[in-house]
Every structure is written in structure tokens, then in C-alpha cells.
């Protein structure tokens, strides 16, 4: 890395490595692609949204590992529907 | 006391693993303990030219499997050290000639003869590297700083987890010390967070790794050269020993400091 690359904050190749590293082993350690994860968000959002109303824009899904084990991380916003309704009709 | 046996593994090819087995097993042998090294690579066989011993092989692994020799006569003494033995691949066959039993019977034959038995496995997930990890009590994973060998490695871990063979530990070999204080290889903490196993050895980059290949004299005999060093701290290590890691990149001289600092180097 030159020092003008250095001098101009550009981003470390040995940084690229390992970025591109993390995502890489996340699915090869679980075998899900990023399309098997964008059809497992949809699949959660349909199952989810037939009992309480969600932000679907919002949906979040992530693989998380600690150590050598991966957790399925699910951040779905829920939308403040009821509540508001209940306002307007007292 | 038996023999503790222990297999290097890589999943990719030429990361260094048939280096790692000479130098370990010269290593613990010039300290005083009796190791036999078995060269699993059927086919492709390297650790007797790496260890300096091909002109001396009469009889290889699969004569012991196949009962055409004994296994002591399989064994094959050192020229220096008295109390190093390699038992070669066999180089006319393919690993087919060998089964995992045949592996787990030659192992348990050879607990009573010595302290270390090594096994080099061959590159890959397929049944050579079974053959390779069946009857070990410890894995050791070999990889380079870069980002093929650590998915491979990375591979590998899960494999020998599944299997019931893990937690592994890892060699990183070939670290060039330059390249990561100009953060432009992976250091180790990067490999370990990426890979999450216990470290057993760092080896920096070394010529003097090539001069004792062509020699066919493993640098663990060589008392100056840095990567001999890391192989002798590794096989303390193993024998229990608590031995400090080596800060290879805070290592180097002023005019190297220099020129990292004008981004030189």
C-alpha cells in the first residue's frame, strides 16, 4: 500500500481481505446463499404478517457468528397500528 | 507412555503442510523424543525428499498394509538424528490402497514404538485427508495469511468439528512481517477472529525454508534462521511447554522503519 493510499484514508487491501473473508465463510459455513436469505426474510415476513402487522421495508436479517457458531438475527420492526386506532375512536 | 498422534491438514494445497511435518518432527526429535513421521499423501509423495531420505526408501505404507513388510522395516532412521523415523507414502498407488482401518491399526502398531507420530496429510477434503485424520488425537491446521488458504482452512475446521476431531489449532505459516505492518496481508488476529480456533504457531516467510528444501535438510536444525525458530517454539508447545509468541512485525531494523514510514516498503 503506497503512502499516498495511506495519506488519502483509502481502505487497506489486508481490510478488503478480511471483510470479503467474513461474508464468504458465513455462507459456507451455513450453506445459505444471500438469495436463500432474501426468500427466507420473505417467507418470515408472509408468516409473521398474518398475525400482527409489520414495517416490511424494515425487516432485517443478519448472520451473526460467535466463535465458530452462527446465529440467525432477525430485526422486524413492528408497526404501531392498534394503538392509534384505539386513540382516534375514544 | 503411548505415542500421541497428530495430523497436519490444510485443505488447500502448498500452504506448507509437508514443511511444517519435517520441521515439527526434526524439531521434537533433536530434542530428545523418538518420532515416527508418516507421509499420507499416497501418489504424491514429499516428505522423504523434504526430509532428505528418498534414497534410502525400500519399503513404504502400503507393503505394511499389505503385509509384504514389517513395520519396522518400513521405518526409515534419519541420517543425523537417531531418533526420527518416516514410514513414505507410496508413490506407484492411489489412496485407494489405503482405508481408514488400515490407518487406525498402523497408528495403534505404532503408539508403543514411540513419543510423536506425525502424519502429513494430503491436500483436500477427500479420503486421503480421512485416512490422514483418522486415527489422530489432535488436528493442526496449516494456513497462509491470504484469503484461499484461510477459506480452505476455514473448511477444514468445520469438517474436523463434524467429525468429532476438533477443537484443531492453527499453524499460520508463511507470514510476511512487511506486508502486514503496511496492512496489506492479514495479520494473525485477523486470521484468528476470522477462524475462531486456538493458535499453536506463527512462521514468518523465510528463504532459508527453500535453501533447506533443496538440501533436504529441514531449518528446525538451523539455529539462525527465524522460521527454524517459530517450528522449535511450536514443537515446545506441543510438548507442553508455555512458549511466548514471537511479534514478527514489531521486528526489523531502522532503515526498514524508515521505509515504512515513508511507505516504501
Same mark, same amino acid.
Given at each position: 500500500?503506497?503512502?499516498? $493510499?495511506?495519506?488519502?484514508?483509502?481502505?487497506?487491501?489486508a481490510?478488503?481481505?478480511?471483510e470479503r473473508?467474513?461474508?464468504?465463510?458465513? +455462507?459456507? *459455513?451455513?450453506?445459505?446463499?444471500?438469495?436463500?436469505?432474501?426468500?427466507? *426474510?420473505?417467507d418470515?415476513?408472509?408468516?409473521?404478517? *398474518?398475525?400482527?402487522?409489520? $414495517?416490511? +421495508?424494515?425487516?432485517q436479517?443478519?448472520?451473526?457468528? $460467535?466463535?465458530?457458531?452462527?446465529?440467525l438475527?432477525?430485526?422486524?420492526?413492528?408497526?404501531?397500528?392498534?394503538? *392509534?386506532?384505539?386513540?382516534?375512536?375514544? | 507412555?503411548?505415542?500421541q498422534?497428530?495430523?497436519?491438514?490444510?485443505?488447500k494445497?502448498?500452504?506448507?503442510?509437508?514443511?511444517?511435518?519435517? /520441521?515439527?518432527a526434526? @524439531?521434537?526429535?533433536?530434542?530428545?523424543?523418538?518420532?515416527?513421521?508418516i507421509?499420507?499423501?499416497?501418489?504424491?509423495? /514429499?516428505?522423504?525428499?523434504?526430509l532428505?531420505?528418498?534414497?534410502r526408501?525400500?519399503?513404504?505404507?502400503?507393503?505394511?498394509?499389505?503385509?509384504?513388510?514389517?513395520?519396522?522395516?518400513?521405518?526409515i532412521?534419519?541420517?543425523?538424528?537417531?531418533?526420527?523415523?518416516l514410514?513414505?507414502?507410496a508413490?506407484?498407488?492411489?489412496?485407494n490402497?489405503?482405508?481408514?482401518?488400515?490407518?487406525?491399526?498402523?497408528?495403534?502398531?505404532?503408539?508403543n !514404538?514411540?513419543?510423536y507420530?506425525?502424519?502429513?496429510?494430503?491436500?483436500?477434503?477427500?479420503?486421503?485427508?480421512? /485416512?490422514?485424520?483418522?486415527g @489422530?488425537?489432535r488436528?493442526?491446521?496449516?494456513?497462509?495469511? !491470504?484469503?484461499?488458504?484461510?477459506?480452505d %482452512?476455514?473448511?477444514?475446521?468445520?469438517?474436523l !468439528?463434524?467429525e468429532?476431531?476438533?477443537?484443531?489449532?492453527?499453524?499460520l505459516n508463511?507470514?510476511?512481517?512487511?506486508?502486514?505492518?503496511?496492512?496489506?496481508?492479514l495479520?494473525p488476529?485477523?486470521?484468528?477472529?476470522?477462524? %475462531?480456533?486456538?493458535?499453536?504457531?506463527?512462521v514468518?516467510e523465510?528463504?532459508?525454508?527453500?535453501?533447506?528444501?533443496?538440501?533436504?535438510?529441514?531449518?528446525?536444525?538451523?539455529?539462525?534462521?527465524?522460521?527454524g525458530?517459530?517450528?522449535?517454539?511450536?514443537a515446545?508447545?506441543?510438548?507442553g511447554?508455555?512458549v511466548?509468541?514471537?511479534?514478527?512485525?514489531?521486528?526489523?531494523?531502522?532503515?526498514?522503519?524508515?521505509?515504512?514510514?515513508?511507505?516504501?516498503?
Amino acid at each position: 500500500m503506497s503512502f499516498l $493510499d495511506r495519506l488519502f484514508g483509502r481502505k487497506t487491501s489486508a481490510d478488503s481481505a478480511k471483510e470479503r473473508l467474513q461474508l464468504v465463510l458465513i +455462507h459456507d *459455513r451455513t450453506d445459505l446463499t444471500p438469495a436463500e436469505l432474501d426468500s427466507l *426474510r420473505d417467507d418470515l415476513i408472509a408468516t409473521i404478517s *398474518r398475525h400482527v402487522s409489520i $414495517d416490511a +421495508h424494515g425487516v432485517q436479517i443478519d448472520v451473526e457468528h $460467535d466463535g465458530r457458531s452462527q446465529r440467525l438475527i432477525a430485526d422486524i420492526p413492528l408497526k404501531a397500528v392498534t394503538r *392509534r386506532r384505539t386513540r382516534k375512536t375514544k | 507412555m503411548p505415542a500421541q498422534v497428530i495430523t497436519l491438514t490444510s485443505g488447500k494445497g502448498g500452504v506448507g503442510k509437508t514443511t511444517a511435518v519435517a /520441521n515439527l518432527a526434526v @524439531a521434537l526429535a533433536s530434542s530428545g523424543s523418538k518420532v515416527v513421521c508418516i507421509d499420507g499423501d499416497i501418489g504424491l509423495r /514429499n516428505l522423504d525428499v523434504i526430509l532428505g531420505l528418498e534414497n534410502r526408501i525400500v519399503y513404504d505404507i502400503v507393503d505394511v498394509i499389505e503385509g509384504r513388510c514389517r513395520l519396522k522395516q518400513a521405518m526409515i532412521r534419519d541420517k543425523k538424528l537417531t531418533d526420527l523415523y518416516l514410514i513414505p507414502a507410496a508413490q506407484t498407488r492411489d489412496k485407494n490402497a489405503v482405508s481408514s482401518s488400515d490407518m487406525i491399526r498402523l497408528v495403534k502398531d505404532l503408539r508403543n !514404538e514411540c513419543e510423536y507420530v506425525l502424519i502429513d496429510s494430503p491436500a483436500g477434503i477427500e479420503r486421503g485427508f480421512k /485416512n490422514a485424520i483418522a486415527g @489422530a488425537d489432535r488436528v493442526i491446521v496449516v494456513t497462509n495469511p !491470504e484469503v484461499s488458504a484461510v477459506r480452505d %482452512a476455514d473448511r477444514v475446521i468445520g469438517i474436523l !468439528e463434524a467429525e468429532g476431531k476438533g477443537p484443531a489449532s492453527l499453524i499460520l505459516n508463511r507470514l510476511n512481517p512487511t506486508l502486514v505492518r503496511n496492512k496489506d496481508m492479514l495479520s494473525p488476529d485477523d486470521v484468528l477472529d476470522l477462524l %475462531a480456533i486456538d493458535l499453536i504457531g506463527i512462521v514468518p516467510e523465510d528463504e532459508n525454508v527453500i535453501v533447506g528444501s533443496n538440501r533436504g535438510a529441514p531449518v528446525a536444525l538451523d539455529q539462525k534462521s527465524r522460521a527454524g525458530q517459530a517450528f522449535r517454539n511450536i514443537a515446545r508447545r506441543l510438548k507442553g511447554e508455555t512458549v511466548p509468541f514471537i511479534d514478527w512485525e514489531s521486528q526489523g531494523g531502522f532503515w526498514e522503519r524508515l521505509q515504512r514510514l515513508t511507505g516504501r516498503k
